[in-house]
């Protein structure tokens, strides 16, 4: 176990709607990063929060936005929601170094 | 473009034997690598890194390889248990403010009992 917990495990939506997906960062950690990643597929870089404030984004639409706290836990949110979005979201904290902690991962279904 | 790609989908191996996944980078100014270990239903696992300035790195039963001159990482596995079974995968990582994480699209280990 790596202390980062995300909810909810599972989450269905239909194509239009809007999600928020939420993440609790290891204790001590104060980045938080989210990772997309398709059935078969590796995670894919979303964007990653520093000190509540976006550091650093990957190639994903502007219906992709987040938040973090200043407990540093995190919220992915997404407009609009498209078939292809459908997969698993993770996020993982971090510290001063590079190590990651993921966590479980929500599994989000887009109908 | 960055990428980090796998050269085998699926490795199958003999409980006891030695695994070696093998994985490929094209960035050449990538300074920081990890391979993860992804079982089904949870997140990936850190199990080893290595930084650009080293060729080699060991951890418990596993061992990671990087050969820069060629772009590309290994991971060792020694005798292999059934527990390695899952999915793993190398990911890079250039240390400039961001930390983001380029991840490959993975290699499936079974382990043969």
């Known amino acids: 176990e790596t202390g980062v917990t995300q909810s909810p495990t599972h989450l269905i939506k239909t194509r239009g709607q809007q999600v928020t997906l939420r993440c609790s960062s290891q204790?001590?950690?104060?980045?938080v990063s989210w990772y997309q990643q398709a059935l078969g597929q590796g995670p894919q870089f979303i964007f990653q929060?520093?000190?509540?404030?976006?550091?650093g984004r990957g190639n994903f639409p502007p219906r992709f936005s987040g938040l973090q706290f200043p407990n540093y836990s995190s919220e992915l949110n997404v407009n609009a929601l498209e078939l292809d979005d459908s997969a698993l979201y993770l996020c993982a904290s971090s510290s001063v170094s590079n190590e990651q902690f993921f966590g479980p991962g929500t599994r989000l279904t887009v109908l | 473009g960055e990428s980090v790609g796998l050269h085998l989908p699926t490795l199958s191996v003999q409980e006891g034997d030695n695994s070696i996944i093998n994985c490929a980078y094209s960035n050449s100014a990538s300074d920081y690598f990890i391979w993860y270990k992804q079982e089904s239903g949870k997140g990936p696992q850190f199990i080893i890194d290595?930084?650009?300035?080293?060729d080699k790195r060991q951890g418990q039963r596993v061992t990671v390889l990087l050969n820069k001159t060629v772009k590309h990482l290994s991971l060792q596995i020694a005798a292999t248990q059934p527990g390695d079974s899952a999915v793993y995968f190398c990911a890079e990582n250039k240390e400039d403010s961001s930390y983001k994480l380029i991840f490959g699209s993975g290699t499936r280990l079974l382990v043969r009992p």
């Open positions: 204790s001590g950690h104060n980045t």
């Open positions: 929060y520093y000190r509540e404030e976006e550091n």
């Open positions: 290595i930084r650009s300035n080293m």
